[in-house]
């Protein structure tokens, strides 16, 4: 996840699915159907300086365990996101190595 900002002077982030978005990307309020996009986007934008941590709390009514919580969620996803993602590319590697021209 990381922050930008455009030419508008607007910072940007990058969600956990590869999402680019800015604070109006997230939701309204704690009302929502609590999906795993939806999580990694309020992580995201707090990781990224959009929406500080209180106001992340108070805006969606949750604890700091809840949060800490959403965060494990998001990073452990990302990293078998990343795991996966080398393993298809050492497989790719490996098969084209083994080819010989003829």
């Given at each position: ?74 990073g452990h996803e990302l990293q078998e996101r990343r795991r ?19």
């Amino acid at each position: 996840m990381s922050d930008r900002i455009d030419s508008t002077g607007m910072s940007y982030w990058s969600g956990g699915a590869g999402d680019d978005g800015t604070g109006g990307d997230l939701p309204e309020h704690n009302e929502v159907r609590w999906v795993r996009r939806r999580k990694a986007q309020v992580v995201a934008a707090v990781r990224g300086g959009i929406l500080s941590l209180n106001d992340a709390l108070g805006r969606y009514s949750l604890s700091l365990e809840e949060f800490i919580e959403w965060e494990r969620e998001v990073g452990h996803e990302l990293q078998e996101r990343r795991r996966t993602g080398r393993l298809r590319e050492l497989t790719k590697s490996r098969h084209g190595a083994g080819r010989r021209a003829n």
